[in-house]
């Protein structure tokens, strides 16, 4: 029944059992204890009927004693692989058939004893010896049964979802772990719980953080299964305007960037970049930043006035072509005007690019390096707008900054 059990709970799901075949283990080791309380409603009866009987015929010779001595040993070694082999794949089939085996040491002791005061003449012995193996083997039986029941009725192993509570609530990341709902199934164990992460966080960031999750539990219990769920929570110590914009406009899949925000006498005025798909018509467009605005009016506590800019968002790849005759001429018109700016040192490793019959320029520049990244990005910003506005053809510069 052990070998049955144990060979079809290592079964992977199927249609009708999608969670695994585990329980086969738990509903074996009931069977097992079941038919050791059997065993031990038996000796009790036969040990209460030769109790009423006068004539005992009991041998207690060497062939008893070798007999017994002989299953002890037996049974020590086959009970201590059995268990050993239970703790490492947590199977509850194999530590039922541990179980009968230790039962069996203990009794085959408690029958040497009687046997012992059987062969000094106190014959009655043996029925008790009897009666107290019942009773022992009864006792155990009774605890492993008890945690069948249990695993079968899916009731939570106990200190197991604290435990794994605590571990997760270290994660940084983790607000709460909330539902956290631990059931047994044989040797495996499903866990399935909700942690609360940041609503600003981005998608990629709350899914790092179920994963570490997920690592952790793995590393505290074996043969796991863990299913993790993401709700967003507003964090205790507060969020950014900047933060919750982003979050919104995430929400509506809209990209948004270089948002500031201002604090005009007690009010909030937000500017904003909007990027929307280039296939919208103005009013559709409109329509969608409008609505973003007044999610943003709603949900970021004391905004009173937000401009948004609207532009074109690039969602695909674009083909280019380097331009190679016309170039020449273009890429000393982009050197020229860099060294005309202040703050610029250097420019070089210049491409022009032709995409749907507009030019694109790339351009790498050194500033001073006694300039912050704002006080660099100032005269790059102006070199791009610069290209775009005097070299015909030009749509679209990207100027990238590195240092000497």
């Known amino acids: 029944m052990t070998y049955s059990a144990v060979r079809i709970s290592e079964r992977p799901g199927d249609e009708g059992h999608l969670y695994g075949h585990g329980k086969t283990e738990n509903f074996s080791a009931l069977l097992e204890t079941m038919l050791l309380l059997i065993?031990?409603?038996?000796?009790?009866?036969?040990?209460?009927?030769?109790?009423?009987?006068?004539?005992?015929?009991?041998?207690?010779?060497?062939?008893?004693?070798?007999?017994?001595a002989v299953?002890?040993?037996?049974?020590?070694?086959?009970?201590?692989?059995?268990?050993?082999?239970?703790?490492?794949?947590?199977?509850?089939?194999?530590?039922?058939?541990?179980?009968?085996?230790?039962?069996?040491?203990?009794?085959?002791?408690?029958?040497?004893l009687g046997l012992i005061f059987v062969r000094f003449g106190y014959p009655v012995a043996d029925a008790l010896a009897a009666l107290v193996v019942a009773l022992v083997i009864s006792a155990v039986s009774l605890r492993l049964a008890k945690r069948a029941i249990y695993a079968?009725?899916?009731?939570?192993?106990?200190?197991?979802?604290?435990?794994?509570?605590?571990?997760?609530?270290?994660?940084?990341?983790?607000?709460?772990?909330?539902?956290l709902r631990v059931r047994e199934a044989g040797p495996f164990v499903f866990v399935d719980?909700?942690?609360?992460?940041?609503?600003?966080?981005?998608?990629e960031e709350a899914h790092?953080?179920?994963?570490?999750?997920?690592?952790?539990?793995?590393?505290?219990?074996?043969?796991?299964?863990?299913?993790?769920?993401?709700?967003?929570?507003?964090?205790?110590?507060?969020?950014?305007?900047?933060?919750?914009?982003?979050?919104i406009a995430d929400r509506r899949e809209l990209k948004v960037h270089d948002i500031r925000v201002y604090d005009v006498r007690g009010q909030l005025s937000v500017d904003l970049h909007v990027e929307v798909s280039e296939e919208l018509n103005l009013k559709e467009a409109h329509q969608r930043v409008s609505e973003l605005e007044a999610d943003i009016v709603c949900q970021v506590e004391g905004v009173g006035e937000i401009n948004?800019?609207?532009?074109?968002?690039?969602?695909?790849?674009?083909?280019?072509?380097?331009?190679?005759?016309?170039?020449?001429?273009?890429?000393?018109?982009?050197?020229?005007?860099?060294?005309?700016?202040?703050?610029?040192?250097?420019?070089?490793?210049?491409?022009?690019?032709?995409?749907r019959e507009k030019l694109s320029v790339t351009l790498h520049c050194v500033p001073r390096e006694d300039l912050s990244i704002a006080q660099a990005h100032r005269p790059s910003s102006h070199l791009e707008r610069q290209l775009v506005e005097n070299l015909e053809g030009v749509d679209r510069v990207l100027v990238h900054l590195e240092s000497l």
């Open 39 to 68: 065993t031990c409603g038996w000796i009790v009866y036969e040990a209460l009927q030769r109790f009423r009987v006068k004539e005992l015929m009991v041998e207690a010779n060497a062939y008893s004693f070798g007999v017994m």
């Open 71 to 112: 299953s002890v040993v037996v049974d020590f070694s086959r009970s201590r692989a059995l268990a050993r082999t239970a703790r490492k794949y947590g199977s509850q089939a194999l530590e039922a058939d541990a179980l009968h085996f230790q039962t069996d040491i203990w009794g085959s002791l408690v029958v040497i």
């Open 152 to 179: 079968l009725l899916d009731r939570a192993p106990a200190e197991l979802p604290s435990k794994i509570a605590d571990e997760v609530n270290k994660i940084a990341g983790v607000l709460d772990c909330q539902r």
């Open 193 to 203: 719980m909700i942690i609360c992460v940041s609503r600003t966080a981005s998608l």
């Open 208 to 247: 790092a953080v179920a994963s570490m999750v997920e690592e952790r539990v793995r590393r505290l219990v074996p043969r796991v299964d863990v299913m993790v769920h993401i709700d967003p929570r507003q964090t205790e110590e507060g969020e950014s305007a900047i933060d919750v914009i982003r979050m």
């Open 308 to 355: 948004t800019h609207i532009e074109p968002g690039e969602q695909h790849v674009l083909g280019g072509v380097e331009v190679v005759e016309e170039a020449d001429w273009l890429i000393e018109e982009v050197r020229k005007a860099a060294h005309e700016i202040n703050g610029i040192l250097d420019c070089h490793d210049i491409v022009v690019r032709r995409t």
